[in-house]
T-cell receptor, first 112, second 115 residues
Framework: QKEVEQNSGPLSVPEGAIASLNCTYS??????FFWYRQYSGKSPELIMF????GDKEDGRFTAQLNKASQYVSLLIRDSQPSDSATYLC????????????FGKGTSLLVTP | DAGVIQSPRHEVTEMGQEVTLRCKPI?????LFWYRQTMMRGLELLIY????????DSGMPEDRFSAKMPNASFSTLKIQPSEPRDSAVYFC?????????????FGPGTRLTVL
């Protein structure tokens, strides 16, 4: 079973702080990783993707990948109440075609 | 550009009835995915198509579920007969292979309630 694991939360951080969201995966064949944000009652929307080990920054968001540890994270700097949502981590393996394997998501609450 | 379109947005039906969910992918996209989301199981891939051909249906829970893609702009997911445990939000997503991100764009979802 190819698993993508996330802490369900809720993760509560004060406004302006850094939120750190973590994800582990079991399939060593996973090659690309995606972070989606899902507001309550809405559909998932892509925030970032990462393919290579290391950090990738996009505005207030930084994705980190460590393939040796099978670990992916998403950092959100200067968190805002509007960042309150569920964050889904997804992995894709080369042999799975274009199918994504999603974790169950971490609920983030940014308090004013 | 219109995004992925799904209909209906909400469906309430009784156990044993047939349910048909519809999806129109983004024009030009060659991959179409059907997902189901529940609190217990999260977001699960049911089936996906490439150029209208089913590629992987291993996520389809049982024979009561079937999906078709008769052309590049339309797909259906059918449940017959429906059961209360089928209650979930069903998402359709599409993507364009070979793009820089292979991003999957999700539709608004269909919330299905089976009584």
């Amino acid at each position: 079973q190819k698993e993508v694991e996330q802490n369900s939360g809720p993760l509560s951080v004060p406004e302006g702080a850094i939120a750190s969201l973590n994800c582990t995966y079991s399939d060593r064949g996973s090659q690309s990783f995606f972070w989606y944000r899902q507001y309550s009652g809405k559909s998932p929307e892509l925030i970032m993707f990462i393919y290579s080990n290391g950090d990738k920054e996009d505005g207030r968001f930084t994705a980190q990948l460590n393939k040796a540890s099978q670990y992916v994270s998403l950092l959100i700097r200067d968190s805002q109440p509007s960042d309150s949502a569920t964050y889904l981590c997804a992995a894709r393996a080369f042999d799975s075609g274009y199918a994504l394997n999603f974790g169950k998501g971490t609920s983030l609450l940014v308090t004013p | 550009d219109a995004g992925v379109i799904q209909s209906p947005r909400h469906e309430v039906t009784e156990m044993g009835q047939e349910v048909t969910l519809r999806c129109k992918p983004i024009s030009g996209h060659d991959y179409l995915f059907w997902y189901r989301q529940t609190m217990m199981r999260g977001l699960e891939l049911l089936i996906y198509f490439n150029n209208n051909v089913p590629i992987d249906d291993s996520g389809m829970p049982e024979d009561r579920f079937s999906a078709k893609m008769p052309n590049a702009s339309f797909s259906t997911l059918k449940i017959q007969p429906s059961e209360p445990r089928d209650s979930a939000v069903y998402f359709c997503a599409s993507s364009l292979a070979g793009g820089s991100t292979d991003t999957q764009y999700f539709g608004p979802g269909t919330r299905l309630t089976v009584l």
